[in-house]
């Protein structure tokens, strides 16, 4: 944490003893202080850190303030920042940056680190290809332990993790894996080839980006290398890197089933706000207007009961909340690789046992309020109230869990299945299998009003 006189250094003008206290800390500590800071004062602090700081820092900070020191730094400083990048940092700032200011950098960079950039931003978004690194410990099968191990330190003192290394063959095709732990624990004269493993746990460049997370967590893997379709090594994702895929896979999903759209984070501008939610609510309310165009024909039945004002809102919240529920559940256990559209038929077992329960106990509660609020003559709505609130209870687990894995299976995104649009599909059926069965009541039956 920072300490108050950093954190009011700048207010007090002390330079001095703000660039020291910035210079000892963390650099993600660092990078949280600058973020925080004035637009006009960021600039300042990030020229107050020495070189080697500033680097660190720089890969912290979030992208927008990136962007904004490079329009602020001079050419010099700014070539010396993402030269020091990692491939795979330095490709997730080139998505946000203008055309011309990534061309004008990638041809400051090093041939080495241009190559790598280029690499890694001709894959698509949201695959293995696009969040790898290029920097990772390569050996050849005919090495020795002792001779792999001389080549770690001579080379590889820069790469983004040395805990494994991978050895392939003269046309870099993976074919083992080797650990540092196995290599310092082998004498030196040991062939590589006979200690690495030929079980090799690796994704394709085309993997999906949530899948190579599922693998790495079922296996435990802190590194897993990336192959190409001719299964040579191009690259390898690390842990780091996995759990900045987990959080943003799940902020998409929560803001998905939320109904907000984009990527919004609390402080958002206003501005980014309306633009991520006002689509949605646009959407939403049309889909109501579907809804209440099927309650429509039935406002002289509405006004003949009163009492039916008062049920309908119950069945909207109480339905709306349980598919919900179910959903919620559904697209988690997808989004963590729990479950796969093939237990698809056991999910929906176990949700239509709850269901059955839930649903006995809410049509109770709905018949007993209803009996309670109806006048005399309107009693027998109660029935019909409690019968209909099970029924859309049982409807609304199997929309929860029949529309993600539905999604799944077509090889869709689960979370396209927003609570809005469940809530508003479950009021519908709601609502019009409701007031259909009052009006065929009155109608059919002559009951009392």
């Known amino acids: 944490m920072l300490t108050q006189d950093v954190r009011t250094a700048l207010d007090i003008a002390d330079l001095n003893q703000l660039k020291w206290d910035l210079n000892r ?81 990638l041809q400051e960079l090093s041939p080495e680190q241009r190559q790598a950039t280029a690499t890694i931003l001709g894959y698509p978004e949201g695959t293995a290809g696009r969040v790898m690194t290029t920097e990772y410990v390569r050996l050849r099968e005919g ?18 993790t040395i805990y494994y290394a991978y050895v392939t063959d003269d046309n870099r095709t993976l074919v083992r894996v080797v650990s540092l732990r196995q290599l310092l624990f082998t004498f030196p004269d040991v062939l590589i080839r006979d200690i690495a493993s030929d079980r090799v746990i690796k994704v394709r460049t085309e993997t999906p980006q949530e899948e190579v997370a599922q693998i790495m967590k079922r296996y435990d893997l802190i590194a897993i290398p990336v192959v190409d379709r001719e ?50 609510l646009l959407g939403i309310m049309a889909l109501y207007i579907g809804a209440a165009s099927a309650i429509a024909p039935f406002q002289a039945i509405i006004s003949a009961v009163p009492v039916l004002a008062v049920i309908m809102p119950i069945f909207s919240n109480t339905g709306g909340t349980v598919g919900i529920q179910a959903l919620t559940v559904t697209i988690r256990g997808l989004g963590v690789g729990e479950v796969t559209p093939k237990d698809t038929l056991k999910i929906l077992r176990k949700e239509l046992c709850a269901g059955l329960g839930t649903a006995v106990v809410l049509a109770t509660t709905m018949f007993l309020l209803s009996l309670i609020w109806a006048r005399p003559q309107e009693r027998w709505v109660a029935l019909i109230a409690g019968m209909v609130m099970a029924t859309n209870t049982i409807v609304a687990v199997t ?30 059926i ?3 299998t409701f007031l259909t069965l009052i009006s065929f009541a009155l109608k059919v039956l002559h009951l009392p009003i």
């Open 231 to 280: 299964d040579r090594l191009v690259g390898i994702i690390t842990i780091d890197d996995v759990m900045d895929i987990l959080e943003e896979e799940a902020t998409e999903d929560i803001q998905k089933l939320a109904g907000v759209s984009g990527d919004e984070a609390a402080l958002s501008s206003p501005l980014l706000t309306i633009c991520n939610r006002l689509p949605w």
């Open 25 to 105: 800390l963390q650099p993600v500590d660092v990078g949280e202080y600058i973020t925080q800071l004035p637009k006009k004062q960021r600039a300042i602090a990030f020229r107050l850190l020495n070189k080697t700081q500033a680097i660190d820092v720089f890969e912290y900070l979030p992208t927008e303030v990136q962007e904004e020191l490079i329009n602020s730094l001079h050419d010099v400083e700014v070539v010396q920042l993402v030269e020091a990048m990692s491939p795979d940092e330095r490709a997730e700032l080139f998505d946000e940056l203008p055309a011309g200011v990534i061309k004008r950098l």
């Open 143 to 160: 090495l020795t332990v002792g001779e792999a191990l001389s080549k770690i330190r001579r080379q590889d003192e820069d790469k983004e």
């Open 399 to 428: 929309l929860g869990t029949l529309l993600p894995m539905g999604l799944k299976r077509l090889k869709l995104d689960p979370a396209l299945v927003s609570g809005p649009l469940v809530t508003t599909m479950l009021d519908t």
């Open 430 to 432: 709601g609502f019009l």
